[in-house]
């Protein structure tokens, strides 16, 4: 069990550029989720996959991001378009479908939109 | 008015005190609560959960909840210098799976 890694660690990118970060979730996890988390704040939901299937997404999640899981296996998440109030912390957690209360984080990828 | 309500501190202890971190919620559908810790630029990390009213323990830490009264509350025994983080509450639904979270409570132990 090597733990949830997110990839990139740090992002810098200029407005209106797109970004896209990479989740590995623990290798016998189903679900996988991604969370937003700004400065002071706890982390907000944005989406879940059960396996390859994406089962949920917040009003947040406007439709400048998008979000894969191809493969039940790693997701991705893509920001189009970025603006200065994307920046935050993107968080991925994973867990078993049977015990989701029990989620796991990753270290995140903390975006910066300049 | 948001769901989980947490005072967000800060909250400067000496060590070896017994640390006292609380949590509010609005939603009774709420059957879950966890705790998670969460270091400086390091994603949370979660130290216990409980499933409806109860106490549970582990180790130096218990968790206590109160569904009659929507309070959560998280108790830390002898604490340490390395207990300094923000620890955040959690609470989902039976039929969730997104977790809500309140805004974190900042602690400092002092050595």
């Known amino acids: 069990d090597t733990g949830v890694s997110q990839d990139p660690r740090h992002k810098i990118t200029k407005r209106g550029q797109n970004v896209t970060f990479r989740c590995d979730p623990i290798s016998e996890h189903n679900r996988l989720y991604w969370y937003r988390q700004t400065l002071g704040q706890g982390p907000e939901f944005l989406t879940y996959?059960?396996?390859?299937?994406?089962?949920?997404k917040s009003r947040l999640l406007s439709d400048r991001f998008s979000a894969e899981r191809p493969k039940g296996s790693f997701s991705t998440l893509e920001i189009q378009r970025t603006e200065q109030g994307d920046s935050a912390m993107y968080l991925c957690?994973?867990?078993?479908?049977?015990?989701?209360?029990?989620?796991?984080f990753g270290p995140g990828t903390r975006l910066t939109v300049t | 008015q948001k769901e989980v309500e947490q005072d967000p501190g800060p909250l400067s202890v000496p060590e070896g005190a017994i640390v006292s971190l609380n949590c509010t919620y609005s939603n009774s559908a709420f059957q879950y609560f966890m705790w998670y810790r969460q270091y400086s630029r390091k994603g949370p990390e979660l130290l216990m959960y409980?499933?409806?009213?109860g106490n549970k323990e582990d180790g130096r830490f218990t968790a206590q909840v109160d569904k009659s009264s929507k309070y959560i509350s998280l108790f830390i025994r002898d604490s340490q210098p390395s207990d300094s983080a923000t620890y955040l509450c959690a609470t989902a639904g039976t039929s969730g799976s997104r977790l809500t979270f309140g805004e974190g409570t900042q602690l400092t132990v002092n050595p």
């Open positions: 409980t499933y409806s009213s």
């Open positions: 957690a994973s867990s078993l479908a049977g015990s989701y209360y029990e989620q796991y």
């Open positions: 996959f059960q396996n390859e299937a994406q089962l949920e």
